[in-house]
C-alpha cells in the first residue's frame, strides 16, 4: 500500500516541493491550509487535480483540530513545515511567532504520542538556531546554539520538544536543521527573491531601484528543491537522528545581488560606506541598489555556513544546485513573470 504522509506549512515554498517529490514516489500526500479570503493555494495550484493530494482546513496553532486530522488521516509520516518563517517579522510578533513555531510542534507531537506514535515525524529546523557566531563556522550537528531572533528562539523550542519526544517515548522524531535554501517560489519578502523580483522590475520598467539591509550577511544559499529530498530520507533513516542539510559554502548578500545583475548583463559599482553605500550601474551612473536601515535587525547574524558532511555520509544526500544555478534560475523565472504582467 502507498505510504500517507501529511503536511504542515503546504502552501509554502517547501510544503509545494516535498508534495511534488512525494506524489512521484506513489505517496498519498495531505496538506493542513488555513482559511483565507485570498486565494493561498498558488504554489500548489499544478497539484489540486492528482488523485492523489488532499487539502484539509485546519491550524498548527489549533490542538483538536491537529488531532482529529491526524486521527482521519493516520499518516504513517508528518512533515510539519508550518511556521511563521519570517526572521525580520519575528521582532515585530515575538508572541505569535513562539506560539505557532514553538509551541505548534508541541500540539503536533503530543496528537502523535496520543493517537499513534509510531507515525514518524520530520521538524523543520533551521540554520537560525546557531545564531552565526564567526568562531563556530562552519556549523554541525554539534554546534552550540545561539539563536539572535525571536524566530530562532521558537523554532530553539521546536528543535528541543521534538528531540524530547523522541528519547521519552521513542517516537520516530527526526530535526532537519537547513540552512538557507530558495528557489523561484520563495516568499518575495525573503532577500533573495526580492533581489531578482526587484532586477525584474528594474529591466520591466517598473521599479527605479532596491533597498536592502545589511549587505555584508553571509548565507548558506542552497535550492528548495534538493532540500526536501533531505527531509524525505531523514525520516526513510534506519533510526531517528538530527541532520544538518547544507551547501558547505557561504555569500553575502552583496555577492548574491551582484551575480543576479550580472545575469542580465549588469554590473555593479558601489560606492560610499556603511549606510550610505549605493550600487550604481557601471554603465549609465544610476543608482541600482542603496541601504535602508529599515530593514536591520536588532540583533544580526553575521555569518551563517553548515557542514553537511554527516547528512551526505549516512544518508547519501548532496546538494545538486550549485549557488550560480540557483540565483540564474529565479532571476529567470522572475524576468519571465514581469515581463508578462
Given at each position: 500500500?502507498?505510504?500517507?504522509?501529511?503536511?504542515?506549512?503546504?502552501?509554502?515554498?517547501?510544503?509545494?516541493?516535498?508534495?511534488?517529490?512525494?506524489?512521484?514516489?506513489?505517496?498519498?500526500?495531505?496538506?493542513?491550509?488555513?482559511?483565507?479570503?485570498?486565494?493561498?493555494?498558488?504554489?500548489?495550484?499544478?497539484?489540486?487535480?492528482?488523485?492523489?493530494?488532499?487539502?484539509?482546513?485546519?491550524?498548527?496553532?489549533?490542538?483538536?483540530?491537529?488531532?482529529?486530522?491526524?486521527?482521519?488521516?493516520?499518516?504513517?509520516?508528518v512533515y510539519n513545515l508550518a511556521a511563521q518563517s519570517h526572521v525580520g517579522t519575528s521582532f515585530e510578533v515575538p508572541e505569535y511567532t513562539a506560539e505557532v513555531t514553538g509551541v505548534g510542534t508541541l500540539k503536533l507531537l503530543e496528537a502523535i504520542r496520543q493517537i499513534n506514535p509510531k507515525i514518524k515525524f520530520y521538524q523543520a529546523s533551521t540554520s537560525e538556531l546557531f545564531g552565526g557566531i564567526p568562531e563556530t563556522a562552519p556549523q554541525n550537528e554539534n554546534t552550540p546554539f545561539y539563536p539572535k531572533s525571536p524566530y530562532g528562539c521558537a523554532k530553539l523550542y521546536a528543535f528541543w520538544i521534538t528531540k524530547n519526544y523522541r528519547e521519552s517515548y521513542k517516537i520516530f522524531a527526526c530535526n532537519g536543521i537547513l540552512f538557507n535554501h530558495e528557489s523561484p517560489r520563495r516568499g518575495e519578502d525573503f532577500v533573495t527573491r526580492k533581489i531578482t523580483v526587484g532586477i525584474a522590475k528594474i529591466i520591466a520598467g517598473k521599479q527605479e531601484k532596491i533597498s536592502l539591509g545589511n549587505l555584508n550577511s553571509k548565507r548558506d544559499w542552497g535550492f528548495a528543491g534538493d532540500y526536501v529530498e533531505g527531509m524525505w530520507k531523514i525520516l526513510q533513516h534506519d533510526t531517528a537522528d538530527d541532520f544538518v542539510l547544507a551547501t558547505g559554502e557561504t555569500h553575502t548578500v552583496r555577492e548574491f545581488l551582484e551575480t543576479a545583475f550580472n545575469y542580465?548583463?549588469?554590473?555593479?559599482?558601489?560606492?560610499?560606506?556603511?549606510?550610505?553605500?549605493?550600487?550604481?550601474?557601471?554603465?549609465?551612473?544610476?543608482?541600482?541598489?542603496?541601504?535602508?536601515t529599515k530593514f536591520f535587525r536588532p540583533a544580526e547574524v553575521d555569518l551563517l555556513l553548515g557542514d553537511p558532511s554527516k547528512a551526505e555520509k549516512i544518508l547519501n544526500w548532496k546538494r545538486k544546485i550549485s549557488f550560480e544555478n540557483l540565483v540564474k534560475m529565479m532571476v529567470e523565472s522572475d524576468l519571465k513573470k514581469f515581463s508578462q504582467e
Open positions: 500500500m502507498a505510504k500517507i504522509a501529511l503536511i504542515t506549512g503546504i502552501t509554502g515554498q517547501d510544503g509545494s516541493y516535498l508534495s511534488e517529490f512525494l506524489l512521484q514516489k506513489n505517496y498519498e500526500v495531505h496538506g493542513i491550509i488555513r482559511r483565507h479570503s485570498t486565494n493561498c493555494k498558488e504554489r500548489i495550484s499544478q497539484l489540486e487535480e492528482n488523485k492523489n493530494f488532499f487539502l484539509h482546513y485546519g491550524d498548527i496553532s489549533d490542538s483538536s483540530n491537529l488531532a482529529n486530522l491526524i486521527r482521519e488521516i493516520n499518516p504513517d509520516e542580465v548583463g549588469i554590473k555593479i559599482e558601489w560606492r560610499g560606506e556603511g549606510i550610505n553605500e549605493k550600487g550604481f550601474c557601471s554603465k549609465t551612473g544610476k543608482i541600482l541598489v542603496d541601504v535602508n
